[in-house]
């Protein structure tokens, strides 16, 4: 391949050596092809779970609001547990807790609400993919999407963000959101709704270029699909996706204000005049 170069290999790599500078050229009249294959691959059924819960209004119940988690995690490796109690049972528990919370109030929302807990979200998000590809409700009708994902940890360095990103002192109280830049109608009601809970909540991940946080949870093939879709998230913290998440670090106190968060939020978008919009033109009408 480097026959062109005028060199060997060894020369270039001499040269790279004794200057610790990259050696690149062209090479001229030069076409390479490469071809990957997995290793290993296996096939296996995967499964999202649903609940629907009906809205009152004659003409909004045909519209709805999904409340989202993933409740897979890493399974077992090399004999170690990893239990996942962050990633992702805290965000499962807490779709479960707000379906309760919807179905014994006695007042019902007017759209109706999807809750959905996704399979293989550690698998690059197969089971929203799967969800936006074949979805159990108009994706024209979907208002907004409110994901839990990690929320009852709090916020701290992780190699990979140690000088990407800053992180406050205090994180006992922060909640990131990532994916409400795509929607400031969706920001104003989380903010709103945040007034009565007090949660600190954070930008730092909304738009990072080290971490690409935006592109690694279950709100974003909605994104995709232009539906207003927010990602509440406590952060990277040590021990993410190691055997140490386990359910002793859990700040409950925080998790239960981002479920009651999460409640009013879906609550005020189900119940509103109109949903929230989406994209630029709804950031110009700000
Ligand atoms: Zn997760």
């Not at 859990?250 to 189900?270: C, D, H, R, S, W």
């Amino acid at each position: 391949m480097l026959s062109t170069s005028g060199h060997t290999p060894s020369e270039l790599q001499q040269s790279i050596d004794a200057k610790l500078q990259p050696r690149s050229q062209a090479l001229p009249d030069t076409v390479v092809e490469m071809r990957s294959a997995n290793e290993e691959q296996h096939r296996a059924v995967s499964l999202n779970a649903v609940g629907l819960l009906e809205g009152s209004d004659p003409v909004l119940k045909s519209e709805t609001v999904l409340l989202t988690a993933h409740y897979d995690h890493l399974g077992v490796q090399n004999g170690r547990v990893y239990r996942g109690a962050n990633d992702n049972a805290s965000g499962t528990v807490a779709v479960m807790e707000l379906a309760r919370m919807f179905a014994q109030s006695p007042a019902r929302p007017k759209r109706s609400l999807l809750f959905v807990v996704f399979g293989s979200e550690e698998e690059i998000m197969l089971g929203s993919f799967y969800y936006t590809a074949h979805p159990l409700r108009p994706l024209a009708g979907t208002r907004a999407v409110v994901n839990l994902d990690m929320i009852a940890r709090d916020e701290a360095h992780i190699p990979q963000s140690e000088g990407a990103i800053e992180i406050p002192a205090d994180t006992s109280n922060l909640i990131e959101l990532v994916g409400t830049y795509y929607s400031p109608d969706l920001l104003a009601v989380i903010e709103r709704e945040d007034r009565a809970i007090g949660l600190r909540l954070d930008h730092i991940l909304e738009r990072d270029h080290i971490l690409n946080t935006l592109f690694r949870c279950d709100h974003l093939p909605f994104l995709e699909a232009g539906i207003p879709a927010m990602w509440l998230f406590g952060g990277f913290h040590p021990g993410y996706h190691e055997p140490s998440d386990t359910v002793e670090s859990l700040n409950f106190p925080k998790m239960e204000k981002v479920i009651k968060l999460a409640y009013g939020t879906a609550l005020a978008i189900a119940n509103a005049p109109a949903g929230p919009r989406f994209g630029p033109a709804a950031r110009a009408a700000r």
